[in-house]
């Protein structure tokens, strides 16, 4: 196994290690959306939401990560994880199969593209996007979730939270009014909904 480790090359050791640790945090997001935790986050990103904005009018993004292709959600955390893990997988096998660096690039980039639009469509389908107004998003508020990424105190930054909408675990940008910032594993209460589907959320005291 030494052997083996020392005759990687530097950019066969840094695909090496970008490929695991990529799997490696994918695996615990899995892991964390099963018990309830990590979520199906980046699918939420997504949604078709209905942020019940006046005169019928309707946000088309929920979260400042997704990028809207035809319907499609790319570069949500899951995306550039799973983006990562295959095209640094590919690059590495392709370049310990002494494929040409130029190629394995080319093959890594492709399959990391391919990756990140199955990604997507994947979480499109299980989150039934072909619906169109399916999801309100004004049924979060009064709900309790759980912070993803940590929310700066004061309104001096977003974080992000996993809520609980008509039986769908969705993952939103989120706010606090609060001097304190709530870390990630807390558990909040939304309080309001802002423009661009973001969450007003208070923290809950234990």
Excluded: H, W
Excluded at 4 to 18: A, G, H, K, P, R
Excluded at 34 to 43: C, K, N, P, Y
Excluded at 136 to 155: D, F, H, L, M, S
């Amino acid at each position: 196994m030494g052997d083996y480790i020392n005759s990687l090359t530097l950019i066969e050791t840094v695909l090496f290690v970008v490929s695991v640790s990529a799997m490696i945090i994918l695996v615990i997001q899995t892991i964390l959306a099963l018990v309830g935790f990590g979520g199906e986050g980046d699918a939420a990103d997504g949604l078709d939401t209905d942020a019940g904005v006046p005169d019928g009018s309707e946000s088309d993004s929920v979260g400042n990560e997704a990028f809207d292709a035809q319907g499609l959600r790319l570069f949500t955390v899951r995306g550039i994880v799973g983006f990562l893990m295959v095209s640094s997988g590919v690059g590495f096998v392709a370049l310990r199969a002494d494929i040409p660096e130029f190629i394995a690039l080319i093959m890594a980039l492709v399959s990391g593209t391919l990756t990140l639009f199955g990604m997507a469509k994947l979480m499109q389908v299980l989150m039934g996007l072909n619906q169109d107004g399916t999801l309100k998003i004004n049924n979060a508020i009064g709900q309790t979730g759980t912070v993803y990424i940590r929310i700066p105190g004061e309104e001096k930054g977003s974080g992000k939270v996993n809520v609980t909408i008509q039986e769908r675990l969705c993952e939103f940008d989120a706010v606090t009014e609060s001097g304190e910032t709530i870390k990630t594993g807390e558990l909040v209460f939304i309080t309001d909904i802002r423009a661009g589907n973001v969450l007003v959320v208070e923290k809950v005291e234990k």
